[in-house]
């Protein structure tokens, strides 16, 4: 009997290790619950503004423009998910699909239906060409621990990263 509760403890324990309270990154947001807008450009491997005060539960659209000579990504998200989505970024490199300054679309579209993550299209996040921008409208709800950041391969290791405060 001991050693089932040591089993069932360890179980639950494991459990709770896993179930990390740092993904909880916000959900997509509706436009009409937008409460503020906020514009940023993306330069070579900075973001302006570089950090961003929010609070718990509010809608917020991004209007993000990339001023740089770089292709650069405007991604929500937490360390982990930013570390597990540089590989599918790397691959992206790999597979001729995004370039220094510009990104193969056409390429993307059909490497998409082979492997869903070349496809980019994720709701917290936003792949621009130099000149290029885009919107993002992100609901910061259950939101902890989270960053803007670009995965493009070497950017967020050259600290293109922008902190998020949330009250």
Known sequence: MKFIKI?????????????????????????????????????????????????????????????????????????????????????????EILFADSIDKDKMKKMAKMDKSMGHSHSNSVLLEPKQKGDIIWKFDNAVNIEVACNVPGHYQAGMIAKVNIK
Do not use: C, W
Request: glycine share 4%.
């Open 7 to 95: 089993v069932f403890f360890l179980l639950i324990l494991n459990s709770f290790a896993f179930a990390d309270k740092n993904m909880k990154i916000g959900s997509k947001g509706n436009a009409n619950d937008v409460s503020r807008v906020i514009k940023v450009v993306m330069y070579d491997n900075y973001y302006e503004p570089s950090s961003f005060q929010i609070n718990a539960g509010e809608t917020i659209k991004f209007e993000v423009e990339n001023a740089g000579e770089l292709v650069h990504e405007f991604n929500i998200a937490n360390k982990m998910m930013h570390m597990k989505h540089q590989p599918e970024m790397e691959k992206m490199v790999e597979n």
